[in-house]
């Protein structure tokens, strides 16, 4: 297994630019999310999905969009990107039984934006 | 809302030693416990997860433990190597379980 594979690894935007994020995973995960790391603020949640279908909204979901149309994939797409977006960003899944499945993580995006 | 803390932030031994990293959190009612490495620039990496029914779970010279009681949890690393360097970050689930609340991590170098 690839396990939770993400592209690009770096990427430079300028301000007001779009772009999408990707991830994938082939363990058959339900649930999928994304996180952003900051110094001195560590992981936060920026949305998560718990299948095909489903999204939702985690702590910081201003300025990004995510879709689930597969169990596989789940893009993460930044409308209009801002200083404040340049961050490392992670996809992570797990199975749904949170009491026991291991949460994996990729090796993430590091973004940033002029 | 739940809290995590880490302490220490840094730590620095000479090979060959066992040492303890700590994680404290302040809401008891978890699920589980995970504990994971990070490398310089790479992605975070599952070590262990103590699932909260369980007071200990041992992977090779690593071993983690789980008091929710008191709201604690330690990571015992047994004859440290210089390939043990890397930021050690303890994380549990909370807000309903949809997301994994971190500590701010113990970044560890081991000297040869």
């Known amino acids: 297994n690839a396990g939770v594979t993400q592209t690009p690894k770096f990427q430079v935007l300028k301000t007001g630019q779009s772009m999408t994020l990707q991830c994938a995973q082939d363990m058959n995960h339900e649930y999928m999310s994304w996180y952003r790391q900051d110094p001195g603020m560590g992981l936060r949640l920026i949305h998560y999905s718990v299948g095909a279908g489903i999204t939702d909204q985690g702590e910081v979901p201003n300025g990004y969009n995510v879709s689930r149309s597969t169990t596989e994939d789940f893009p993460l797409r930044l409308l209009s990107a801002a200083p404040s977006q340049t961050s490392v960003y992670f996809c992570a899944s797990r199975m749904r039984r949170v009491s026991t499945d291991t949460q994996y993580f990729g090796p993430g995006t590091r973004l940033t934006v002029l | 809302k739940q809290e995590v803390t880490q302490i220490p932030a840094a730590l620095s031994v000479p090979e060959g030693e066992n040492l303890v990293l700590n994680c404290s959190f302040t809401?008891?009612?978890?699920?589980?416990l995970q504990w994971f490495r990070q490398d310089p620039g790479k992605g975070l990496t599952s070590l262990l997860l103590i699932q909260s029914s369980q007071r200990e779970q041992t992977s090779g010279r690593l071993n983690a433990s789980l008091d929710k009681s008191s709201g604690r949890s330690t990571l015992y690393i047994a004859a440290s190597q210089p390939g043990d360097s890397a930021t050690y970050l303890c994380?549990?689930?909370?807000?309903?379980?949809?997301?994994?609340?971190f500590g701010s991590g113990t970044q560890l170098t081991v000297l040869p």
């Open positions: 994380a549990v689930p909370s807000g309903s379980a949809r997301q994994l609340t």
């Open positions: 809401d008891s009612a978890i699920y589980n």
